[in-house]
Structure formats: C-alpha cells, structure tokens
C-alpha cells in the first residue's frame, strides 16, 4: 500500500485561492490516476490532500519470492518516483513551495465495500496503520517504505 500527502496543505489551502487550490490538486491526482491505470494497480481512495494506492501480492507461501511480486514492488517504487516528480513539476508551474511525504508499507489487509448509504470500498487493517505511520515519518519529497 502506497500513501501520498502534500506537506503543508492545511496552510497552502489558507494561503491561495480555493480554486487555485483545486485545480493544482486536479492536476496533479490526475497525474497519479494516469500512472496508476499504466501499472494496474489500485486507486483506494483520496481523501483531502491523500492518495492510496494499492497492489495485490500472490497470497501463496512463497509470495516474496515471486515474480509478481517483485513487479508490483517495482510498479509502486516507480510510482512513487513518478510522484515525487509530479510534485515537483507542479512546484515549479504553480510557484507554490509543494512538497510531500510519501510512505510504502507491504502487509495483509482486508477489503470490501462498507455501508449502506453513500457506499465505499475501503482498504482495512494493520498495513494501512503501518502505512499513514510510514508517510507521517517521511521526510519531505521522499519516501519511507517497511
């Protein structure tokens, strides 16, 4: 599971127009969601100024020596990178000081639509504790991964 923040948001959001604001955001997710789609991973959700992403791994015994394994890996590695780039990209276009943490964590989850009303898919369990913990301890335009 991958999960992106944008440093800073809370006071960049107070600092420029909401719809400045809005449209680096569009920018920028729609970047991500580009990428996400080439490498066939898992858009989970974004919520504010987050991105999840996530990959499936073979839940053999044998999972970390696979070969999709690795891809997988690979793919959020390169993601990740992408991102990093994105943001910096956007940086410069916007004159906005932009920066994020990002963080990588590999683990079991469990996964299903929940509720009723305004029904969502969600992404639960420790990996995704382990993940946002990865991220809040990133340093600024890197990644910090388990």
């Not at 420029?16 to 920018?27: F, M, S, T, V, Y």
């Not at 990740?80 to 410069?92: G, T, V």
């Not at 305004?118 to 990865?134: A, I, K, N, P, Y």
Request: glycine letters at 6%; proline letters at 1%.
């Amino acid at each position: 599971v991958l999960q992106l923040d944008i440093c800073n948001f809370t006071k960049m959001s107070q600092e420029i127009n909401p719809l400045e604001l809005a449209g680096l955001i569009h920018r920028l997710f729609s970047t991500f969601d580009e990428a996400v789609m080439q490498k066939r991973l898992f858009k989970v959700d974004t919520i504010g100024d987050a991105y999840v992403v996530a990959g499936w791994l073979p839940c053999d015994h044998d999972w970390f020596m696979q070969a999709k394994t690795r891809k997988t890996c690979g793919d959020m590695l390169n993601l990740a990178s992408l991102m990093i780039q994105s943001i910096l990209s956007e940086r410069k276009r916007s004159k906005q000081n932009l920066t994020c943490r990002i963080g990588i964590s590999v683990g079991i989850v469990a996964s299903g639509v929940i509720g009723r009303i305004q029904s969502r898919f969600h992404v639960m369990g420790q990996t995704m504790r382990d993940v946002e913990l990865l991220e809040q301890t990133a340093v600024c335009n890197a990644v910090h991964i388990s």
